[in-house]
Nanobody, 120 residues
């Protein structure tokens, strides 16, 4: 089994910054992609940013230039640096990690979610 522990959410004023972290532990042979998703009240969960094992990244259009995703493979940890935050960034943020525990195929694991609230 694999456990994900998220941290770093909170309340911040518009224009402020937060850094989210998500650490994976347990039966990990390899980690493929690592990503951050968010879900605002009444809305569907959406992909915010993703980074693959080679370090290539993709971002949702509204966060490009403001958010940066990175990973530390030695620590099995993914980060999301969020700058110039806007009230519309308010949501619960979840990390998702594709883990290879044995063999070749990867299984998805989700973090517990961390609340990010941006006040205007």
């Amino acid at each position: 089994q694999v456990q994900l522990v998220e941290s770093g959410g909170g309340l911040v004023q518009s224009g402020g910054s937060l850094r989210l972290s998500c650490a994976a532990s347990g039966s990990i042979r390899d980690i493929r992609s690592m990503g951050w998703y968010r879900q605002a009240p009444g809305k569907q969960r959406e992909l915010v940013a993703i980074i693959n094992s080679g370090g290539s990244t993709n971002y949702e259009d509204s966060v490009k230039g403001r958010f940066t995703i990175s990973r530390n493979n030695a620590k099995n940890t993914v980060y999301l640096q969020m700058n110039s935050l806007k009230p519309e960034d308010t949501a619960v943020y979840y990390c998702k990690v594709e883990v290879v525990e044995s063999g070749w195929f990867a299984s998805p694991y989700w973090g517990q979610g961390t609340q990010v609230t941006v006040s205007s």
